[in-house]
């Protein structure tokens, strides 16, 4: 604990306060800062998770299709992961920029509550994890309120929790892959509401300051989707209604994207699409995007 | 997916305010906290105590008619002409009758109160988180006047010879007309100030979040010296003779000479956990006591240990003891209560209801 302390908690405090100073003692445009600082600093993993998601939406198609070919189970699972293995994705890539993201957002946590405790006891905790500069220790004790939020207390006027509710919501819109498979799809479209009431739920628990790095953690979320997808590919109209069981290509579509072209890809024999749909490395992005290369790649041969 | 979640937000939750209040000692009755925004008044009998009143009251409410409610309490009681006087967290001050515990006035300030009351020639003096230091008549309540610093006061103020002195989280530690809170003179450290000030000989000595103690001129303000600890100071200091003790929260001890702030011992006594509650004297013994609830007794001439071994009381403790000659009640967060003694015998007073 010492050492996590160490590497992570300690360093995110510190930073935070020293946020707090540069913005003239008003924590909550500190906390907003840091937030965009670290997804920023985090964008390779969330890119990496965005392509991910994207590449594993591409295959699906294909995927449903080995899913009607295999009854067999075992031999349907053999297959598939071996498309996905020939395809160059990892079916659980857009799980591990996740995951990596996890220890920075749990010390985040941890630092957020030690500064904006709000209560004696925390601030000499506190006082154990800042460095002893007087840069530092001259912002003690933080100026807690933010807009109409003490940002140790919880929002109880449920202004931040709807935003973090609405936030999380249009995120998650965004970064669910399409499924062929109706189980994930009814887990899918349970995630979809219960996520965000989830986060809605524990920002009216937790101290507002958390709710604010919830929020604007989404909001940044969004904006790099958007950037990432390319604004033609995303459907504002129906990433904001809600969501319905669909087919993959209707469910691809309802979160924004075009359909991928089913029969295009139906059509190449069972070695063949994977080269040709998801070429590896950096090229496959903009192969995705333009169709037409994958076809002249084709003629070639 | 949602175990991460759960992960995640295991790890956060609000910081409920515990509060510190130490005990003091009236008419044979220990006024005490006895759980969080608790207080109790006992009469001690050995090591048990017959408790005789609570706070707050079944039956009692604020004015406007709203439940007493005071989520915890940092100010330790003080106790002048029968009636006890003390902050609360929820930002009330209450004035209680000793033998009754009923209130006898209460007023609301605009904060938290982290600070104990001072009563003086007839007035009740206390800071308050609004960052106001507030003169309240002891008798009635009523208030006389009110100075506002530029931040939170969590300090007790020192009155003496009609000033009264006040450290703020403003950074400045201000000298204030006692009758009329009209400033006399103010000084500007590095950091905000979080200990109760002490006067010895003309010198206000004064601890702070920027590491230093410092000792000013009680006349003027100016700086006489500074001393720089490696973490903040929050306790009172003791001033024996020629020596000022300071606990601090980078664990450690420090005796210095109150002339020029040269340390006294060898080195300072490490404590190994931080020092919120102030050091007092048990005849000849300086008793320490860390956050962990360890307790030390050391020699104030050398600071080497008198007790061989520390007492653990496996508690926090963040109040100032109550030293009663060669005893100390110690009151740890939680309610739980203590005595000690120069000898470094520690046991726990054990309550009794008396259904009063």
Known sequence: ?301 | MLATLFLATACVGIAQPEGWAGPTLADDRLVASIGRGELAAIEIEDSSGNVLWHFPPKDQKHPDGSKIDPEAIYSTPVVADGTVYFGAYEGWVYALDLETGDIRWQVETGGPIIGSAIVQDGMVYVGSDDGKLYAFDAETGDLQWLFKSGDSIWATPLVADGVVYAASMDKKAYALNAASGEEKWHFKAKAGLASTPVLADGTLLVGGLDSRIRALDAASGEEKWQFKADDWFWTQPLVLEDSVYAGCLDGKVYALDVNDGSPKWEQPFDTEAPVRAAPVLLDDVLLVVNRKGKLYGLDPQNGQLVWPLPIDLAKTVLSDPLAQGAMAYISAQGGDLFTVDKDGRAAPVVLTESGG
């Open chain 1, 1 to 301: 604990m010492v050492l996590w302390d160490l590497v992570f908690v300690n360093p995110i405090t510190n930073a935070l306060i020293i946020l707090n100073n540069i913005v003239l003692g008003n924590f909550g445009v500190a906390i907003i800062i840091f937030t965009i600082l670290m997804r920023l600093l985090t964008m390779p993993l969330t890119l990496r998770q965005i392509r991910s998601s994207r590449a594993l939406s591409a295959l699906q198609p294909k995927i449903q299709e080995l899913q009607k070919k295999y009854k067999d189970p075992k031999r349907r699972q053999e297959e598939t992961m071996k498309f996905y293995r020939e395809a160059g994705v990892n079916p659980l890539g857009c799980l591990l920029p996740m995951l990596v993201q996890f220890p920075i957002w749990i010390a985040l946590y941890n630092a957020l509550r030690i500064i904006v405790g709000g209560t004696p006891e925390s601030v000499i905790g506190l006082s154990q994890r800042l460095y002893p500069w007087g840069y530092i220790e001259q912002a003690v004790p933080l100026e807690n309120n933010f807009l109409w939020m003490d940002l140790g207390q919880p929002d109880t006027s449920l202004i931040l929790a709807f935003i973090v509710f609405a936030s999380t919501y249009v995120q998650q819109r965004l970064a669910t892959p399409p499924t062929t498979d109706p189980r994930t799809q009814s887990t899918n479209q349970m995630m979809m509401w219960m996520m965000p009431l989830m986060f809605a739920f524990f920002t009216l628990q937790v101290p507002s300051g958390l709710g604010v790095y919830w929020a604007m953690s989404n909001i940044v979320g969004v904006v790099m989707y958007y950037f990432a997808h390319g604004p033609e590919r995303i459907n504002w109209r129906t990433v904001l209604l809600p969501p319905s069981t669909a087919p993959a290509g209707k469910q691809a579509s309802r979160r924004g994207e075009p359909p991928p072209k089913e029969k295009e890809l139906a059509e190449q024999p069972a070695e063949e699409p994977v080269e040709a749909v998801l070429p590896t490395g950096s090229k496959r992005k903009k192969r995705l995007r333009h169709g037409r290369s994958r076809g002249k790649r084709k003629d070639r041969r």
